[in-house]
């Protein structure tokens, strides 16, 4: 079956140190790949798109890496803030749907200590 | 910055009774879709509408379902006969282009709670 899988625990780090989170799917050949940040009763906010043929892209102190043979995608935060603590979600659009419709993970949460 | 905008920001409602919920996209996307969030659970997808039909839909959305767009600016949904289940975070999301690769801009959602 398809699967999106990301952290559930929490990821805990000190304020200035680099947040890495994993996004994981299985039997999924998405097209491309979004983060989105996604704050308590809140909408998810877009953050980054990543396409199947691209291997890293890079937005101000964020990053996003993309191995279509590992079947991960790695989202970093450098230089990370109190005000970076949220929800990070991964999200796949899947190959065989024409209508943009995006598979989420659980997310993970991200709290970043000062 | 144009923003997709949903109202009401929470309804309760007695379980049997219909609710709409209504959002307005951002005036020159395409496609529009619905998605629900249960509390403490992933981000599921509902419908997406394209051209003034549905273009897909997932199994949730069943037949006490359906989304309409009645004039050029909202986008509503409609749960006929609603549920305890049926209890969760509503959100409406729209995509400028073709809706096939870009970005989605979502609202900020509608707390359904049925009772």
């Known amino acids: 079956s398809q699967k999106i899988e990301q952290n559930s625990e929490a990821l805990n780090i000190q304020e200035g140190k680099t947040a890495t989170l994993t996004c994981n799917y299985t039997n999924y050949s998405p097209a491309y790949l979004q983060w989105y940040r996604q704050d308590p009763g809140r909408g998810p906010v877009f953050l980054l798109l990543i396409r199947e043929n691209e291997k890293e892209k890079r937005k101000e102190r964020l990053k996003v890496t993309f191995d279509t043979t590992l079947k991960q995608s790695l989202f970093h935060i450098t230089a990370s803030q109190p005000a970076d603590s949220a929800t990070y979600l991964c999200a796949l659009r899947s190959g065989s749907s024409n209508t943009g419709k995006l598979i989420f993970g659980q997310g993970t949460t991200l709290q970043v200590k000062p | 910055e144009p923003e997709v905008t949903q109202t009401p920001s929470h309804q309760v409602t007695q379980m049997g009774q219909e609710v709409i919920l209504r959002c307005v996209p951002i005036s020159n996307h395409l496609y529009f879709y619905w998605y629900r969030q249960i509390l403490g659970q992933k981000v599921e997808f509902l419908v997406s509408?394209?051209?003034?039909?549905?273009?897909?839909k997932s199994e949730i959305f069943d037949d006490q379902f359906s989304v309409e767009r009645p004039d050029g600016s909202n986008f509503t949904l409609k749960i006929r006969s609603t549920k305890l289940e049926d209890s969760a975070m509503y959100f409406c999301a729209s995509t400028p282009l073709e809706g096939t690769s870009y970005e989605q801009y979502f609202g900020p959602g509608t707390r359904l709670t049925v009772t």
């Open positions: 509408f394209y051209n003034n039909e549905i273009s897909e």
